[in-house]
């Protein structure tokens, strides 16, 4: 196998999100009626928006003032919910990082998990590291992919790309990119 291996994070490298219960909890609402707009804002805070802003707007529709302090709490508990790697995609990971394949990872992800995620152990493996929070794009825009392969150096065509989203893999293979949606790590070993 030649050129790059493209990561998508969550429920690629980790599982999904386990924190939607204590974060309407810290909220004081229904998990039911957290949850859509936990999703509902989420884009705007993978693009860019800043902790507050997407915290502030999730309250507000929910009828809940939410200060600078109430803000951090729930991005505390947000990354900690997003931050249960899978051991299978570690070990790939690993395997593939020995084995000398140059990896990158591309996730829409606000800026203050990309934080988080640069001091992690696993975060070694991966030679170049995309999160859509820092450069105000996201995927499936074909402006991300674009803004990736400049970073990698090669042609869109040398990067093979996982993402659990359809769309996102749509994206990037209009992009150019030879992309796959994400079915475990053995089916990845055995793409490679």
Same mark, same amino acid.
């Given at each position: 196998?030649?050129?790059?291996?493209?990561?998508?994070?969550?429920?690629?490298?980790?599982?999904?999100?386990?924190?939607?219960?204590?974060?309407?909890?810290?909220?004081?609402?229904?998990?039911?009626?957290?949850?859509?707009?936990?999703?509902?804002?989420?884009?705007?805070?993978?693009?860019?928006?800043? *902790?507050? $802003?997407?915290?502030?707007?999730?309250?507000?529709? !929910? @009828? %809940? =003032?939410?200060?600078?302090?109430?803000?951090?709490?729930?991005?505390?508990?947000?990354i900690r919910g997003w931050s249960d790697v899978r051991e299978s995609s570690l070990e790939l990971l690993a395997g593939l990082s020995e084995a000398g394949v140059p990896l990158a990872?591309?996730?829409?992800?606000?800026?203050?998990?990309?934080?988080?995620?640069?001091?992690?152990?696993?975060?070694?493996?991966?030679?170049?590291?995309?999160?859509?929070?820092?450069?105000?794009?996201?995927?499936? *825009?074909? $402006?991300?992919?674009?803004?990736?392969?400049?970073? !990698? @150096? %090669? =042609?869109?065509?040398?990067?093979?790309?996982?993402?659990?989203?359809?769309?996102?893999?749509?994206?990037?293979?209009?992009?150019?990119?030879?992309?796959?949606?994400?079915?475990?790590?053995?089916?990845?070993?055995?793409?490679?």
């Amino acid at each position: 196998m030649t050129g790059w291996v493209v990561f998508d994070y969550g429920e690629v490298i980790c599982g999904r999100t386990t924190a939607l219960p204590e974060l309407a909890a810290t909220l004081g609402v229904p998990l039911a009626e957290f949850e859509p707009q936990y999703w509902r804002l989420r884009d705007a805070y993978d693009r860019g928006s800043s *902790d507050l $802003e997407y915290w502030g707007g999730v309250g507000e529709a !929910l @009828g %809940v =003032p939410v200060d600078e302090s109430t803000s951090d709490r729930l991005t505390e508990i947000d990354i900690r919910g997003w931050s249960d790697v899978r051991e299978s995609s570690l070990e790939l990971l690993a395997g593939l990082s020995e084995a000398g394949v140059p990896l990158a990872l591309l996730s829409n992800a606000p800026s203050s998990f990309a934080r988080f995620a640069e001091r992690q152990d696993w975060m070694r493996h991966f030679r170049v590291r995309v999160f859509s929070g820092d450069v105000g794009v996201a995927k499936p *825009d074909a $402006e991300i992919f674009e803004l990736l392969v400049a970073r !990698l @150096g %090669v =042609p869109a065509g040398d990067c093979v790309f996982f993402d659990d989203r359809q769309s996102n893999v749509d994206g990037a293979r209009a992009a150019g990119l030879r992309a796959h949606v994400w079915d475990g790590a053995e089916a990845a070993r055995a793409l490679l």
